[in-house]
Nanobody, 126 residues
């Protein structure tokens, strides 16, 4: 069975950078879509970015455009989220999720995803 494990979270100062990893095991991520979501206490879950593993097509949410980049290393069966110019409001638990692609559309909607990692805490504080 497919399992996802996030890592790379931590405490950083405003303006700093972190690189989150989503390591998949059990199944090779062929024909999967992977997405990053985040949720802060008392706030709604937000879709951050998504990627088609096979096609390499990506999408980042408007609120992280120009700062965050999603990518994949197929040889390592891992998806990354490079986060630059971090802001206080980026503080949240970040989770990755996976779903098999059944069409050509790239989406980043939580209800479409079946497999979830445990999450990793990102704290931006001065």
């Amino acid at each position: 069975q497919l399992q996802l494990v996030e890592s790379g979270g931590g405490l950083v100062s405003p303006g700093g950078s972190l690189r989150l990893s989503c390591a998949a095991s059990g199944v090779t991520l062929t024909n999967y879509a992977i997405a990053w979501f985040r949720q802060a206490p008392g706030k709604d879950q937000e879709a951050v970015a998504c990627i088609s593993i096979t096609r390499g097509i990506t999408n980042e949410a408007d609120f992280v455009q120009g700062r965050f980049t999603i990518s994949r290393d197929n040889a390592k069966n891992t998806v990354y989220l490079q986060m630059n110019t971090l802001k206080l409001e980026d503080t949240a638990v970040y989770s990755c999720a996976a779903v098999r692609e059944e069409g050509d559309s790239l989406i980043c909607l939580a209800y479409e995803y079946d497999i979830w990692g445990q999450g990793t805490q990102v704290t931006v504080s001065s």
